[in-house]
């Protein structure tokens, strides 16, 4: 009799033995015992394991397996097993046959924002800069836009955080083809007339006429001892990204000189040297715009003067016609620097030259304003 009895328990514990794992490996999970309450990543994969042909695994090097996952004490199947760890642990997962693999959820990163400066389009046909401002909010991502304008793809790239300027074409009016039109700039020609002074003219009046980028230089002058012309070429502006009331230009220019000068060489006798010279200059000239028509101009200009000796046409040295301590240099001039450089002054010889820094201001009047 008692080993009928012994059958029939091992008989109900076989059972409630099949009964059990076959549950498990049916993927039911009951949230009694060792599941409910807090119970540790590590654990939850040692016990699923065990009891049933799901493995799950994740990386220990990026997940840590003490996060805990909370179970209320109720009945899972396999994909509500997965769903509860998810919405607890923030982990999501991939089925790979009998193999889950847990990863970390990276949700989706909403796109940058971008803000466009509205402005509302004009039939113009004229080229016209739209600015986009973006915000880097997340990992590098290529963005396409399609601008309210041109209804054409911009390529942005988010991993900048400054401005982009996009240049679009505005449509022409509907009875003509679109088409750009460069932005307005002032007229290419240029006309001024002004006064001027420099350290060897003191007194100069000067027209300046041309078209841009070139312009021809005239003025007349005069140091009350030789009175002459001058001429010469001026260059457009240099620097063409500063304000438009500045604008700065290199000048070259010639002037021939003439003055009769007369030479007491002693008992009576008067000598008369023609003296003759040509001067050539370059520079560099600022403008600076004051008002509508009115522009101020300075310079800085370097000279050089070659200087000769005529009498009655010959070219002669005037070291015979001055005494030992007179300078020829001071009497048979033609111009007067306050500061030489060079000077090859030689009382034997018939020419020299001169060389020397000079300035220049005036104010000249605009007539194409």
């Known amino acids: 009799m008692a080993g009928v009895v012994t059958k029939r328990i091992l008989a109900i514990a076989c059972l409630l033995g099949t009964v059990f794992f076959s549950a498990a490996q049916g993927q039911l999970l009951r949230g009694t015992g060792a599941l409910i309450g807090p119970i540790s990543l590590d654990s939850l994969t040692h016990y699923m394991n065990i009891h049933t042909d799901i493995r799950l695994t994740f990386n220990a090097g990026k997940i840590s397996g003490r996060r805990p996952v909370r179970f209320p004490g109720r009945t899972y199947d396999l994909n509500g097993l997965l769903a509860h760890i998810q ?77 982009i300027h996009v240049r679009t074409t505005i449509p022409a009016p509907e009875n003509g083809p679109a088409k750009t039109v460069a932005p307005s700039s002032s007229s290419k020609w240029l006309l001024h007339a002004g006064v001027f002074a420099n350290e060897v003219f003191y007194v100069n009046g000067g ?116 005494s030992q301590g007179q300078n020829p240099d001071k009497t048979l001039y033609l111009l007067r620097p306050p500061l030489k450089f060079v000077n090859t002054f030689d009382r034997n ?8 820094p000079g300035i220049s201001i005036g104010v000249y009047y605009n007539f194409l304003r």
């Open 87 to 163: 919405k607890n642990t923030g982990l999501t997962w991939s089925l790979y046959g009998k193999h889950v693999i847990f990863r970390e959820d990276h949700h989706k990163i909403p796109p940058p924002i971008i803000r466009k400066k509205p402005a509302p389009p004009k039939k113009t046909g004229v080229d016209t800069p739209v600015i986009i401002r973006q915000k880097n909010t997340g990992p590098p991502v290529n963005l396409a836009i399609i601008d309210t304008i041109k209804r054409g793809p911009v390529s942005i790239d988010t991993r900048t955080r400054t401005r």
């Open 207 to 322: 027209i300046e006429a041309g078209i841009k980028p070139v312009s021809l230089l005239f003025s007349v002058g005069s140091n009350f001892h030789v009175t002459t012309w001058h001429i010469g070429l001026q260059s457009g502006n240099l620097f063409k990204h500063l304000p438009e009331r500045m604008s700065f230009h290199i000048t070259a220019g010639y002037s021939p000189l003439s003055a009769v000068i007369n030479v007491d060489s002693g008992l009576q006798h008067t000598t008369h040297f023609n003296v003759k010279g040509q001067l050539y200059d370059l520079g560099f000239t600022a403008y600076s715009r004051h008002g509508k028509h009115w522009l101020f101009k300075a310079g800085i200009e370097w000279r050089l003067l070659k200087t000769s000796y005529y009498i009655d046409g010959t070219l002669t040295s005037p070291a015979r016609y001055f």
């Open 349 to 356: 010889s018939g020419s020299n030259i001169k060389f020397w």
